[in-house]
Every structure is written in C-alpha cells, then in structure tokens.
C-alpha cells in the first residue's frame, strides 16, 4: 500500500515521516515547599491518563491534485469524520482534516501542498 488515504482522497506522494503524537495526560508539577524558615524542591506528577483516541498526526508537504483539494478543504470546513488509511495500511476511523497550511505549487499549477494534522476523534 504506500499511499496516504484520507477519506475518498489519495495523496500523490507518501508525505515525510508522519509525527505521531498521543494524547498523554500527565503532567510534572514541580513546587517548593516551606518548612522551617526554607524553601525544599518538590516534585510530583499528575496523572490523568492517556487516551488512545486522542493521537494526533501532523502530516508536511502533502500532494493533492487540485480536484482533490475541495474534498480535502470541505472535510476541514465542515469538520467531516472520515477514515485515515496511512502509508502502512493502518485503517482508523473517526477522524478529523484540520489544515494548517497549503499552497499552490510553483510549478505544477495542477497541484496543492499543504501541512494538515489528522486528529483521532
């Protein structure tokens, strides 16, 4: 399979490393405290856990074909799920395009670049 499919839309190229990131939810919480006229370091974590769901993967430098882009731009606008087939064939559903950035490319004026993030949802 390596091609990235997002919903009904097939990417032209394999993007660079796609990022990962999970949705962790803990935290260092670093505090003094005072006892007998001195400030001690303290440190402690707050664990919330981790959801699954909550992975996000940021994506640069994704091909389109201009036919393709209103697809991709209405999947943002009307915050449409759709199902992620990644360059591995991983399938994940309940997905969601959010656009960071694109643009026309200089020199093929049939294609759009952009940089989108693929939030599980």
């Not at 990235?4 to 990417?11: E, P, R």
């Not at 001690?40 to 201009?66: E, H, Q, R, W």
């Not at 950035?101 to 939030?119: G, H, L, P, R």
Request: net charge neutral; charged share 15%; hydrophobic share 40%.
């Amino acid at each position: 399979m390596n091609r990235l499919i997002i919903g009904a839309v097939t990417a032209l190229l394999t993007p660079d490393e796609p990022k990962v990131t999970p949705d962790d939810r803990q935290e260092l919480a670093k505090t003094l405290i005072y006892t007998n006229g001195a400030f001690t370091p303290s440190v402690s974590v707050i664990d919330g856990g981790y959801c699954l769901a909550g992975a996000v993967m940021s994506l640069s430098g994704v091909k389109f074909k201009n036919s393709d882009w209103p697809t991709i731009y209405g999947y943002w606008t009307n915050r449409t799920k759709i199902t992620l087939i990644d360059c591995a064939g991983n399938s994940t559903a309940n997905c969601r395009v959010v656009l960071k950035a694109w643009t026309q490319n200089k020199y093929f004026s049939s294609v759009i670049t952009a940089d989108i993030e693929i939030w599980q949802v």
